[in-house]
């Protein structure tokens, strides 16, 4: 069991993965092996060879790792940064509720040339698409610097009301897109979403063919014919640029006992049951980048080394992977599209609860898992009466949420 140096207790990182699809595999431009511990204390500064291999963020005509590091407050961010960025990461992703925006600007003041060399996106909550114009000034106050790449309306969903539903198609959103990159303050913009509703969201957005990209919760298994896979067409079609997040989440154990034996080719290829999800998500040829939470100096590693080594997995072992995944037990399903909660004749949402859950158990976020789940409506919160059973069996991933909504009344309530 690793160490996490973001908390100074025992964090096992192979309790959870957040990551995310990217583009083809002819699309690829390797790179060569980072620098170690010991290289990186005496160049702070990675040398451009150490880089990623990059994927085009649709039509912004811009390159990013196919890997970025989803940060979070720590003590110990700083050198996780700099770890980061010595061993070809190229992309930081942060946001207002994060936390991780001072350590990010501390780390830009000490290190001006990194600046330009990162792709570094921020997120917040404007009540309206036109209030992100001044969340934008307050973003880069604290990051310290003077435009970011990207900035998203964080999490848009059922929270902001059913009028968000318009927000990717509307007049307002679009006219704030323009003045927003009229100032230079943001290259680009966009949104992030895990909501039930997320296929109409992408959908409205390649209706209305104005937004940038789109952080989006994914898996790599994804039905053909749902709902969710016509809309990351659509977007693409469109040319917004997609990156994926919340992946798959489980217990460290059994993903480790279960994966190898059933995917026998990742052991031959040298992959972990880990890499071996990266490399199946980065198979998918129309996302560009994945978000991963990295905690410690190990994961990352393993990630990097993941990205370099990547070539596209076969149909059959990336559905061995999904079998393998789901006979261990996820703890949160990334195909969530709220047919859990109608099986289970509750008005309740059995995913973000399970999500909450897994923020708890596995990603470490306590407190953040209890604020969200305070802010959730008492409808949203009580499954009282709700047919567990029957939301298991329609779940694609089968989650128990008998077990899961005990943990979360017992944690999170």
């Excluded at 490399?279 to 410690?296: K, Y």
Aim: with cysteine; charged share 25%; hydrophobic share 40%.
């Amino acid at each position: 069991m690793a160490t996490s140096e973001t908390s100074g207790r025992p964090f096992n990182r192979r309790d959870f993965l957040q990551t995310g699809a990217a583009a083809t595999a002819t699309a690829v431009s390797l790179a060569t092996a980072a620098p170690g511990v010991a290289a990186l204390a005496q160049e702070p500064v990675a040398k451009k060879a150490s880089e990623l291999p990059r994927r085009t963020l649709g039509k912004t005509g811009v390159d990013v790792t196919i890997l970025n590091l989803g940060t979070w407050r720590s003590p110990g961010l700083d050198r996780l940064l700099r770890f980061a960025y010595a061993n070809g990461v190229r992309y930081i992703d942060t946001a207002k509720s994060y936390g991780s925006e001072p350590a990010i600007g501390s780390w830009l003041t000490a290190m001006p040339e990194v600046r330009k060399q990162i792709f570094l996106v921020t997120k917040d909550h404007p009540n309206t698409p036109k209030q992100l114009i001044a969340q934008l000034d307050e973003r880069l106050k604290t990051l310290k610097t003077d435009y970011v790449d990207l900035i998203f309306i964080h999490g848009i969903g059922n929270s902001y009301g059913d009028a968000s539903l318009e927000w990717p198609k509307s007049k307002e959103f679009k006219e704030t897109i323009e003045a927003i990159k009229k100032t230079g303050k943001a290259k680009f913009v966009g949104f992030s979403c895990h909501d039930a509703k997320r296929a109409e969201y992408l959908q409205a957005a390649a209706d209305g063919g104005f937004v940038d990209a789109v952080m989006v919760q994914y898996t790599p298994w994804l039905d053909k014919d749902s709902a969710l896979n016509k809309a990351l067409d659509a977007c693409h079609k469109k040319g917004i640029g997609l990156i994926s997040m919340k992946q798959v989440a489980g217990q460290s154990d059994k993903i480790l006992d279960v994966v190898p034996d059933r995917v026998p080719s990742l052991k031959e290829k040298g992959l972990s049951p880990y890499q071996g999800l990266l490399h199946a998500i980065w198979t998918d040829e129309r996302i560009s980048s994945s978000c991963v939470s990295m905690r410690n100096t190990d994961q990352i590693r393993e990630d990097t080394e993941a990205a370099r080594k990547y070539a596209p997995l076969k149909t059959a072992e990336i559905e061995q992977l999904r079998d393998a995944c789901i006979a261990a037990g996820p703890t949160f399903c990334a195909d969530c599209d709220g047919r859990c909660a109608r099986a289970a004749g509750t008005s309740a949402s059995l995913g973000d609860l399970t999500r909450l859950i897994t923020y708890h158990d596995q990603y470490g976020y306590r407190g953040e898992a209890r604020r969200l789940y305070a802010e959730m409506a008492e409808a949203d919160r009580n499954w009282t009466g709700a047919d567990l059973d029957a939301a298991r069996r329609v779940c694609p991933n089968g989650l128990n949420f008998a077990q899961l909504l005990e943990r979360v009344e017992k944690h999170l309530a």
